[in-house]
């Protein structure tokens, strides 16, 4: 039987220096679409060269909202929702392309990501995860609440062995300028949803819940075992739950 078809979609912003090697990456996909953050440098026109569909829409921060215009805009039979700094295995591209001539009875499959930090696939620390970037056009949306990426799927989740690897983070310091943006918009929603936290609960999120925090990555996810990449990913990770905190504290609180 002929093959089910297949969109990728991409949610871009200033994304020159990655968006050209994902769009190379995805070009076998029968349409790419590309909402687009209203980017000051040339993903637009990098991605038009492509062929992709390019809608601008300026964002509150909002990803999911991105992804479901995106989502509105599909005309093809599957999604395959990857970031600019994702790439597609050989190996799961193979096994997309054998599902989509399968006729499928999952709505949608868990994709294994390979995490990688300063170079280091993370095998351990609890970054190396499963999620649904593969779903049937009009059986995957994402929540109306900010969660990045929380998406529904109406029907069965399947899941395919073979990964997408990730390669969000170059440098520390690519790090901590992009965890601070995060930070600064999780405290506003955190002051959205629940006002005025008590100050012993907001103490304990800037005091004792990175240290524990650094424990279960280092110590019970045995972030250890990625050397010494396991050993600052962890102090990181405790460090943004820390910042977060303390942006709320000094925004909201005082």
Sequence with gaps: MARETITALIIAK????????CLENVKWCDEIIVVDDMSVDNT?????SFGAKVFAHKSDGNYNKQCDIGL????????????????ITPELKKDILEMLTMNSKFSGYNIPRR???????????????????LFRSGKGRYSEKRNLGLLTVDGKVGA???????????????????????????AKIMHEEQGVIDIEKIKYNLGIRPLKLFFKL??????????????????????RHF??????????YR
């Design 14 to 21: 200033n994304e020159e220096k990655n968006i050209k090697e």
């Design 72 to 87: 509105n805009n599909v005309t093809r039979d599957w999604v395959f929702n990857i970031d600019a700094d994702e790439r």
């Design 218 to 239: 280092y110590i019970k996810k045995q972030g250890f075992r990625d050397g010494m990449h396991g050993f600052v990913f962890s102090i990181l990770n405790a460090w």
């Design 44 to 48: 637009a026109r990098i991605c038009r």
């Design 160 to 186: 395919l062995k073979s990964h997408v690897d990730h390669y969000p983070f170059n440098s520390i310091s690519q790090f901590i300028n992009r965890q601070i943006n995060y930070a600064i918009f999780e």
């Design 243 to 252: 910042t977060r905190w303390a942006i709320y504290w000094n925004k909201y």
């Design 115 to 133: 995490n990688h930090f300063l170079g280091k696939f993370m095998r351990y620390g609890g970054w190396y995860e499963k999620q649904v970037k």
